[in-house]
C-alpha cells in the first residue's frame, strides 16, 4: 500500500538532511540484506514496520487455513468460516499500523513497500476468495471469476509499486489519491459474505441469486458478479480516490 512509499518518501527526505554517516535506513537494510550470511540475517534486517507487515500476512494465511478447515468439516458448523473471516479486519489493522510505524520511526525500504503488497494480496485478494469458495461459489466458471479477481488485486499491487514514485504528493510526500479502489476495499465483500453467513445463506443451492445455467458447463453464481466488478474497480485508472 502507498503508505509504506509515502513513508519512504518521508524517509528519503530526512536522509538528505543528516551527516554522511548516516545513510538512508533503506541503504542499511539493503547492505544488510546483501553482505550479512549469519544466522537470522533477514530477521536482523527487518525493520519493526517490516514484521507488522509480516502480522496483515498472518491474518491472511490464517483465514486461509480456517477456509479450508471448514471445507473439510461439518458443513453445518460455521465456526471456522466466522473465523474465516473475522481474520481479515485484523488484517486491515495491521496494514495501517505498519505505515505509522514506518513514519513514526523515519525507517522505511523498498522490501518495506514489497512485503506490504505481497501480504494486501494475500489478505485482500486470495483470502475472500477462499472465503467465497467455502461459501459455496465452487463451480467451474465460479472459479474462473474468483480467479480473475485475484489477478486483478496482483496487477493493482504491481502497478501500485511501479508507479507509486510518479502519483502526485502533498507538501508531506504523501501520495494524493489512490489509483482504483484500494485492495482493502475487498473488506465490503467480506462482510456481505458474513451477512450472508449470519443469514444461513450457506451452500451451493442456499447463495443468494442461486445458480444460472444449473447442469451447463456455464453453471455459476451470480453473485460471483461481484467479485468481477471489484476487480475492475481496482484496476481502474480513472478511479481516483483522495487518500485520508
Not at 104 to 113: C, D, E, L
Not at 192 to 200: F, K, T, V
Request: one cysteine or more.
Amino acid at each position: 500500500m502507498s503508505r509504506r512509499s509515502s513513508a519512504a518518501a518521508v524517509n528519503g527526505a530526512a536522509s538528505k538532511e543528516g551527516s554522511r554517516a548516516d545513510p538512508p535506513t533503506s541503504d542499511k537494510q539493503k547492505l544488510l540484506l546483501s553482505t550479512d550470511s549469519g544466522h537470522f540475517s533477514l530477521i536482523r534486517a527487518l525493520h519493526l514496520a517490516d514484521l507488522i507487515t509480516e502480522l496483515n500476512g498472518l491474518c491472511g494465511i490464517l483465514s486461509l487455513f480456517s477456509s479450508m478447515r471448514y471445507c473439510l468439516g461439518d458443513p453445518s458448523q460455521y465456526r471456522n468460516l466466522w473465523a474465516a473471516l473475522l481474520f481479515l479486519p485484523f488484517g486491515l489493522f495491521f496494514d495501517f499500523l505498519d505505515g505509522k510505524v514506518a513514519r513514526w520511526r523515519r525507517k522505511s525500504s523498498m522490501m518495506g513497500q514489497e512485503l506490504d503488497s505481497l501480504a494486501d494480496l494475500i489478505s485482500f485478494g486470495v483470502s475472500p476468495a477462499a472465503v467465497a469458495f467455502a461459501l459455496g461459489i465452487r463451480t467451474p466458471l465460479d472459479h474462473l471469476c474468483l480467479a480473475f479477481f485475484v489477478l486483478c488485486g496482483l496487477t493493482r499491487l504491481a502497478r501500485f509499486n511501479v508507479t507509486a514514485t510518479s502519483i502526485p504528493k502533498d507538501a508531506s510526500g504523501k501520495a494524493r489519491y489512490f489509483e482504483g479502489t484500494p485492495i482493502p476495499t475487498t473488506l465490503a465483500l467480506d462482510a456481505l459474505m458474513a451477512y450472508w453467513l449470519s443469514q444461513g445463506w450457506v451452500g451451493h443451492d442456499a447463495l443468494p441469486g442461486g445458480v444460472w445455467f444449473a447442469g451447463s458447463v456455464l453453471e455459476m453464481h451470480p453473485i460471483v458478479l461481484l467479485f468481477i466488478v471489484h476487480g475492475c474497480l481496482m484496476t481502474s485508472r480513472t478511479i481516483h480516490i483522495p487518500k485520508p
